[in-house]
């Protein structure tokens, strides 16, 4: 279900993940086969969720339906996320050293992204 | 308090516990429970939901944050916007909404090719280094020509960075 949502990436990502913690080069060295790839599924999957934030925060889907939509301090731990997205990136490097798929398992409640 | 996930059509989807789908008339409102702890994950799982949804019917999504003090109340805010919802409903029929972000000189040159495999799009303003920025609304048949389209003006235009994500529920298009 949560398949990849990026439908088409351009050869260069990092204009469009200026905010996304820079990938660091020094992992792909841990990585054995095809680091290349593996850089590249990471930087994906974390542009998937800055994406999705990024939708769910700029747009107003119906507008304000009822009382008790989100505080000012729910909103700004809402931006506060995109910081969360660096711890994440912190667990995904230490579980770099293995496989994809373990990196899949690494993201828990995320789902399977790459 | 519960929570206000999308708005959809009747016959009501059958939805996870905890989840509810609480009939509005001809409407249903897909509720769950309100998550004082807003997370990526939280809204991640919402969109899960909403793809789980959106893989076999047509919906509007809430917008995040949107509550109400109980089902009763969730079916009686539907009923009152029933033209309204109803009217978006029809606007989003059989479309997906797909995200475009642009970098480089000539972003706003790949908008009309875009713009004519979509039933509409919207304009929001690009963030630098950005120079384009915009949802268009897709007809799911047209999805792939739509990615295709993207793919060759990527590769036709010099110095040109084309991103496009989706397909997601139709965050941009709720108003009829």
Same mark, same amino acid.
């Given at each position: ?11 260069? @990502?990092?204009?469009?993940?200026? =905010?996304?913690?820079?990938?660091d080069h020094a992992l ?19 542009? +998937? ?8 925060? /700029? ?10 939509? @989100?505080?000012? =301090? ?6 506060? $996320?995109?910081?969360?997205?660096? #711890?994440?990136? =912190? ?7 293995? $496989? ?12 399977? @992204?790459? | ?7 959809? /059509? ?7 516990s905890p989840l509810r ?19 990526? =994950? ?14 076999? #019917? ?7 944050? $949107?509550?109400?003090?109980? &089902? &009763? ?16 409903? &029809? ?8 995200? %475009?972000? %642009? ?13 004519? @495999? ?11 280094? &950005? ?25 036709? +235009? ?6 496009? $994500? ?7 298009? +709720?108003?009829?």
């Amino acid at each position: 279900m949560s398949a990849d949502k990026i439908l088409h990436a351009p050869p260069d @990502l990092d204009p469009f993940a200026r =905010e996304l913690p820079r990938l660091d080069h020094a992992l792909s060295r841990r990585i054995d086969a095809d680091p290349e790839r593996v850089q590249r599924g990471l930087a994906q999957l974390v542009l +998937t969720i800055v994406e999705l934030l990024r939708q769910l925060m /700029e747009r107003q889907a119906l507008r304000r339906i009822d009382g008790g939509t @989100l505080s000012d =301090e729910q909103v700004e731990r809402l931006g506060q $996320t995109f910081m969360e997205l660096d #711890r994440r990136m =912190e667990e995904l490097r230490e579980h770099f050293g293995l $496989t994809e798929e373990d990196l899949n398992l690494a993201l828990g409640p995320l789902g399977n @992204l790459l | 308090m519960i929570e206000l996930y999308a708005i959809a /059509e009747q016959p009501a989807p059958e939805v996870p516990s905890p989840l509810r789908a609480v009939a509005a008339g001809s409407l249903v409102a897909v509720c769950g429970p309100a998550d004082d702890e807003v997370t990526p =994950e939280a809204l991640w799982q919402r969109e899960m939901v909403l793809e789980g949804l959106m893989a076999d #019917r047509n919906l509007l999504p809430v917008r995040y944050g $949107t509550r109400v003090e109980d &089902e &009763e109340a969730a079916a009686r805010a539907v009923e009152e916007r029933r033209e309204h919802l109803a009217a978006a409903l &029809e606007r989003v029929r059989g479309a997906v909404e797909l995200s %475009v972000r %642009v970098v480089g000189e000539a972003g706003t040159a790949v908008h009309e090719p875009l713009l004519a @495999l979509a039933r509409d799009a919207v304009v929001s303003r690009p963030q630098a280094p &950005e120079s384009h920025r915009a949802a268009y609304l897709v007809d799911r048949a047209a999805i792939q020509e739509f990615v295709d389209t993207v793919a060759a003006l990527q590769r036709t +235009t010099t110095n040109l960075q084309v991103l496009c $994500t989706g397909p997601w529920p139709p965050y941009s298009f +709720t108003s009829p």
